[in-house]
């Protein structure tokens, strides 16, 4: 009986977590500041369903967000370009829905849900280590699955804005001009310095919006996967135990290697040059997560670490975003020389 009645119950939170999921992105459509902050949780519904109960009931709930994605757009295009035109259209939204929103937020629920007790697995080599029977995959590669989303979505959207493309760097003045105007608006009052014309700074923008949309796809999926765990803890509904985030987040050390090419490969300009700079912005943020967890990590015990940290975000929220370079770095020191084990170690030799 608890079992057919947990198996009964997965039916409808699929059925709620998709709409859900799906009426907090049609939010959007209001272009308001709340509907926007509504709409960056839509993956909210879908994690917890998935972390909750399952990666089936969580599959479940991206194929309802989707479906009725697809059906909400159908029903507002058909008066306008017919049901032929509109079904195209709606399949074609679905579709990218899919790929960009429901299926990465499931993935990434999905992973954080693992569990394993093989110690022949690569990442559960620990496990007996810490005194328990089963691992859990590692925090580091969920954050590099979600890294590598954000970069994945911003390049194929590039790539499919610079195709047909005759010249990049005209199509790129182009862009420039058409969103000066904006600039001119955002500026109000203050002027340009001297030696940067308003023509520098639109390409300058241009150039940056697809790393900041990477690294906001990135932080995004992160932030509701870790509400979305909160959340499935509090209902006691959470399959493993809550990690310590500022010890366990650990990025592999080649991507260390792997920032240092994509900063490089930013000088080539063009479309190769612009996808190597979201490679480099989503890798500096990864790294820069590290790096906090480091500090985080390493001020334990100490006599003012409240002080330190609550300084540390202060400096934060006013400098934004130049203290992510100390942070960014700070995780590259770590991925090189293993400051939290070396803790650990001198730790455990004192006891």
């Given at each position: 009986m608890v079992k057919r009645q947990a198996s009964d119950i997965r039916v409808p939170v699929a059925l709620g977590s998709g709409l859900a999921a799906t009426l907090l992105v049609v939010s959007l459509?209001?272009?308001?500041?709340?509907?926007?902050?509504?709409?960056?949780?839509?993956?909210?519904?879908?994690?917890?369903?998935?972390?909750?109960?399952?990666?089936?009931?969580?599959?479940?709930?991206?194929?309802?967000?989707?479906?009725?994605?697809?059906?909400?757009?159908?029903?507002?295009?058909?008066?306008?370009?017919?049901?032929?035109?509109?079904?195209?259209?709606?399949?074609?939204?679905?579709?990218?829905?899919a790929a960009c929103q429901a299926l990465p937020s499931w993935w990434l629920a999905r992973l954080a849900g693992l569990s394993r007790s093989d110690a022949a697995l690569p990442w559960t080599a620990r496990r007996n280590d810490r005194g328990r029977g089963w691992d859990y995959y590692p925090l580091g590669l969920i954050a590099c699955n979600a890294a590598l989303i954000g970069f994945s979505i911003i390049s194929v959207v590039t790539l499919a804005a610079s195709f047909g493309q005759a010249n990049f760097e005209a199509s790129l003045d182009r862009a420039a001009t058409q969103i000066a105007p904006f600039i001119v608006q955002a500026l109000g009052p203050y002027e340009l310095p001297s030696g940067v014309s308003l023509v520098d700074l639109s390409r300058l923008v241009i150039r940056a919006m697809p790393p900041v949309a990477a690294t906001t796809i990135f932080c995004l999926l992160l932030l509701n996967l870790w509400l979305a765990g909160r959340i499935v803890q509090i209902s006691g509904r959470l399959n493993r135990p809550w990690p310590d985030v500022a010890h366990d987040l650990r990025v592999p050390r080649l991507l260390g290697i792997a920032f240092a090419v994509a900063s490089a490969l930013c000088l080539l300009g063009g479309v190769a040059g612009l996808i190597a700079s979201i490679a480099a912005a989503v890798l500096a943020i990864l790294f820069a997560l590290q790096g906090l967890c480091v500090i985080h990590d390493l001020s334990r015990g100490t006599k003012f670490r409240n002080a330190l940290l609550l300084g540390l975000y202060v400096t934060f929220a006013l400098l934004m975003p130049w203290p992510l370079l100390v942070f960014t770095l700070v995780g590259l020191i770590e991925a090189g020389f293993s400051l939290r084990d070396r803790k650990a170690a001198a730790a455990a030799s004192h006891n």
């Open positions: 459509r209001q272009g308001t500041w709340p509907a926007l902050f509504l709409a960056s949780l839509s993956p909210l519904p879908l994690m917890i369903a998935t972390l909750g109960f399952g990666h089936a009931t969580g599959l479940g709930a991206a194929a309802v967000a989707v479906l009725t994605f697809v059906a909400l757009i159908a029903a507002a295009a058909a008066p306008q370009n017919g049901w032929a035109d509109a079904l195209v259209t709606a399949a074609l939204g679905g579709l990218i829905f």
